[in-house]
């Protein structure tokens, strides 16, 4: 069954497309991961343009944000504080990467950065999570892990506009906090992500919150810079298929059920490696179509998008 995306300006399969949510949402709740970064590079490989990928991708990271936030609130594992200042920052790079959004696609450059930005991310974080694993599994398996000098960011602790965060028991500085949550906006506006896999190392390693209120803070902080995020793609670049994006999130609210019961079949390090091995295959991928000759050498279209 074939259904006309208008956004897009092409027909697609609803099953493909009910299916590849399906695929997401169960690696979603097998990981513990929104999954944006693995459906915008999917998208693009069936052949919807990357802006559209990235810009409907934020309906189906909200949709998952909010059920996750909801979790948490009723466990009471979110600072709320934090995620205010997380907030400001993360409004103000999505913002200012919505307006580099549309710069680079006035200039027809937008397709090649965001497969650019894909390529670079999923092959550092892919290529560090396998390390990471494979330690991991030595040392479940009787090695030796050496031994990890902790760090107390001195330099952190020295920063002004120092403020108390009393359900994380922190007194830091609100510049860092802010400076992530910039950093997650603006790739949210790019990359059509969360931004979920960057905020929460940041949280643990670099602003030393406590394990059990960073996923809840996290998901509180993606909610609304995604939301905002996906309102201006729609105003500004008119990049959002809500008929795509609808179908996406039916396939990944089922597909995530039944990923979270796979996920307590395996070890934590298995799943860390499988996931790793997915990003660097789809790094791969990109980086290959960027490198070869592409099928259709001349194409025309609207490089700025019409009223």
């Given at each position: 069954?074939?259904i006309y ?7 697609v ?8 949510g399906?695929a997401?949402?169960f ?9 944006g970064?693995l459906m ?6 069936l052949g ?9 991708q934020?309906?189906q ?6 059920t996750?936030?909801?979790?948490h609130?009723?466990?009471k594992s979110?600072?709320f504080k934090?995620?205010a200042v997380l907030?400001?920052?993360g409004?103000?790079g999505?913002i200012?990467?919505?307006f580099?959004f549309?710069?680079?696609?006035r ?7 965001i497969?650019?930005?894909?390529v ?20 479940a398996?009787?090695?030796?892990l ?6 107390h960011?001195?330099?952190?602790h ?11 028991k922190?007194?830091?500085s609100?510049i860092p906090?802010?400076?992530?949550g910039y950093?997650?906006g603006t ?8 931004g979920?896999?960057?905020m ?7 602003l030393r ?15 609304f810079v ?11 670049n008119?990049?959002v298929d ?7 999130v ?6 995530a059920?039944y ?7 395996l070890p934590?390090?298995q799943l ?18 960027l ?6 050498l001349y ?9």
């Amino acid at each position: 069954m074939q259904i006309y995306l208008p956004i897009a300006e092409m027909p697609v399969s609803v099953l493909t497309i009910l299916a590849m949510g399906v695929a997401i949402g169960f690696l979603s709740g097998m990981f513990g991961v929104g999954g944006g970064f693995l459906m915008t590079p999917l998208l693009i490989f069936l052949g919807i343009p990357p802006a559209v990928a990235v810009g409907t991708q934020t309906t189906q990271v909200v949709a998952s944000s909010v059920t996750g936030a909801l979790a948490h609130f009723t466990r009471k594992s979110i600072d709320f504080k934090m995620g205010a200042v997380l907030l400001a920052g993360g409004v103000a790079g999505s913002i200012s990467g919505i307006f580099l959004f549309k710069a680079l696609s006035r200039m027809g450059q937008i397709d090649l950065v965001i497969s650019l930005v894909y390529v670079v991310f999923l092959s550092v974080i892919g290529a560090m999570m396998m390390v990471e694993s494979v330690r991991a599994i030595r040392a479940a398996r009787g090695g030796a892990l050496p031994a990890r000098r902790g760090g107390h960011h001195n330099w952190i602790h020295g920063l002004p506009f120092k403020m108390r965060f009393r359900r994380s028991k922190l007194y830091i500085s609100v510049i860092p906090p802010i400076l992530v949550g910039y950093f997650v906006g603006t790739l949210s506006a790019i990359m059509g992500v969360g931004g979920g896999f960057i905020m929460i190392p940041a949280m643990i390693y670099l602003l030393r919150m406590p394990t059990n209120v960073v996923i809840g803070t996290s998901f509180f902080q993606i909610v609304f810079v995604t939301a905002l995020t996906g309102v201006m793609h729609a105003y500004t670049n008119f990049a959002v298929d809500i008929v795509l994006g609808f179908l996406l999130v039916i396939g990944g609210v089922v597909g995530a059920q039944y990923g979270v019961r796979a996920a307590e079949r395996l070890p934590a390090e298995q799943l860390r490696a499988l996931l790793a091995a997915i990003l660097l295959l789809i790094s791969l991928r990109l980086g290959y179509e960027l490198v070869t000759t592409p099928a259709d050498l001349y194409s025309v279209v609207d490089v700025v998008p019409h009223r």
